[in-house]
């Protein structure tokens, strides 16, 4: 059974500093997705991660994929607040595509 | 508007009745997901279609819950003699076959009472 981990589950962080999201699973896969919640409302895709050492950024966030160590990483430049929401990454296998989602990480951007 | 479409968006229901939600995938989306979003927890997969067939169906899928998708379009996800602990937010998702990327609806937010 395929099993995705995300650490820190809980991150309070200061604007302007840097810091990172770690994401591990349990089974081979190629295909990983990163995706931000705000509170009440659904999921927003924010990268999709198809190959060993693929590396997206989008503003002040970046993702990068080592399907060899089955570790994605979501880092965060020079935090601001509107960035505060819940991150989750997720995992697919075979071809239904189906997601396995962390239990995702709030972060939380104090001025 | 091209996005994924749920109704209603928030339903509060006592305990044994029935419920049904709606979802319009994009429109050239063959592919549908449902997934349930507990508080504090990633969604769960629920079951998915491939045009009208129903593929794969997830062990949390009690014999409650029943999802169709007539003519490979709307899907519908009925919950007969709903719990208290079916009270979650339901997420639908539509992608293309051939691209794994799934596009999220806005949910429905089920309160059992």
């Known amino acids: 059974e395929l099993k995705v981990e995300q650490n820190p589950l809980f991150l309070s962080m200061q604007e302007g500093k840097n810091y990172t999201i770690y994401c591990n699973y349990s089974?081979?896969?190629?295909?990983l997705y990163w995706y931000r919640q705000d509170p009440g409302k659904s999921l927003e895709s924010l990268f999709v991660?198809?190959?060993?050492?693929a590396v997206k950024q989008e503003g002040r966030l970046m993702a990068s994929l080592d399907t060899k160590a089955r570790l994605s990483t979501l880092h965060i430049t020079a935090a601001v607040h509107d960035l505060s929401a819940t991150y989750f990454c997720a995992v697919d296998m075979g071809s239904n595509y189906k997601l396995t989602f962390g239990k995702g990480t709030l972060l939380t951007v104090n001025p | 508007d091209t996005g994924v479409s749920q109704n209603p968006r928030h339903k509060i229901t006592k305990r044994g009745q029935n419920v049904t939600f709606r979802c319009d995938p994009i429109s050239e989306h063959n592919r549908l997901y449902w997934y349930r979003q507990t508080l504090g927890q990633g969604p769960e997969f629920l079951t998915y279609f491939q045009n009208e067939a129903q593929l794969e169906k997830s062990r949390l899928l009690s014999d409650r819950f029943s999802a169709e998708r007539p003519k490979g379009s709307f899907s519908t996800l009925e919950i007969q003699r709903t719990e208290q602990g079916d009270s979650a937010m339901y997420l639908c998702?539509?992608?293309?076959?051939?691209?794994?990327?799934?596009?999220f609806g806005p949910g429905t937010r089920l309160t059992v009472t």
């Open positions: 998702a539509s992608s293309l076959v051939s691209i794994s990327e799934q596009y």
């Open positions: 089974t081979t896969s190629d295909r």
């Open positions: 991660l198809l190959s060993n050492g």
